[in-house]
């Protein structure tokens, strides 16, 4: 029900429709028939049909089944404020119980098919490219860190004109992943375009339903469960650093690792420590 919603601006005629039938009386939906569902979208059956399959379903039945599981009532994410009434100790429980929310309700959203997806994306890749504006750059450069330790060719690129320069040459066998809490940064949709037209991947890791989603070939949906038009909560980044371990563990296993969720600890030369 979220992605319908999410979608719906961008839908129009027949789609339109029908997704105002499953967002105005999805319960009555459960109990119709493909038939009847056309009939009540003013479309046909294999419009119908088109649709269900725009959300990953395999036939009418799947399509139910999904709806009805995203009927189960979940817990609201409830985001705590912190104020200047609160002490140290309510700032951690705060900080600590938002990003627990966060990470509750991604679990019951989280794309395995998609993460697994990608991964089998960028293990065959020459060469792949990580892409990311403000708040997501982070994120980047943490997927740089842990896919340079598995034995993978990736390079972060950082800022617009930068992107949007290199997105055009990049081939068709390489990889281009852009990394978006929103999803709707220009530039990176523009760069999406621009590397997928020239050949090469593109996988996007940000809000579902989004520009960028839908410019790339594969986008694995991170929503975003606050208000982050008007401020970028800490709890943001939490989930699109699980992606990144995500793929990461997918990635380890597909190379035949006996521990494919934890990275070999790096040469002590380069991380001289005290051994006091």
């Keep these: 029900m979220r992605r319908i919603a999410l979608e719906r601006p961008e839908l129009t005629g027949a789609s339109s429709r029908i997704a105002d039938v499953l967002l105005s ?67 951690c429980s705060k900080i600590i119980t938002n990003s627990l929310h966060a990470i509750q309700r991604f679990n019951s ?44 060719h990736c390079r972060v690129v950082l800022d617009s004109q930068k992107q949007l320069l290199l997105a055009p040459t990049l081939r068709n066998d390489e990889v281009a992943v852009f990394f978006s809490h929103s999803g709707s940064t220009k530039a990176l949709v523009m760069a999406a375009g621009m590397a997928r037209r020239n050949g090469a991947v593109t996988i996007a890791i940000c809000a579902p339903g989004s520009r960028l989603a839908q410019t790339c070939d594969l986008a694995i949906g991170v929503p975003a469960y606050e208000n982050t038009e008007l401020y970028t909560p800490l709890t943001a980044r939490i989930n699109h650093l699980l ?34």
């Design 25 to 91: 009386s999805p319960e009555a939906v459960l109990k119709m028939s493909m038939a009847e569902l056309s009939l009540a979208a003013q479309t046909s059956d294999p419009t119908v049909v088109r649709f269900f399959r725009r959300l990953d379903c395999a036939d009418y039945q799947d399509f139910k089944v999904q709806l009805g599981q995203g009927l189960i009532p979940q817990a609201p994410f409830e985001y705590e404020s912190i104020t200047d009434a609160d002490t140290p100790e309510s700032v």
């Design 109 to 152: 959203d989280v794309q395995a098919a998609a993460i697994d997806e990608a991964a089998s994306r960028l293990i065959d890749a020459k060469g792949i490219f990580l892409f990311g504006l403000g708040i997501s750059e982070t994120i980047a450069f943490d997927a740089e860190h842990k896919f340079f330790r598995l034995g993978l």
């Design 243 to 276: 992606v990144v371990n995500m793929l990461v563990a997918m990635l380890g296993l597909r190379q035949g690792r006996k521990l494919p969720d934890n990275l070999a600890a790096l040469d002590p030369w380069f991380t001289d420590k005290f051994m006091d």
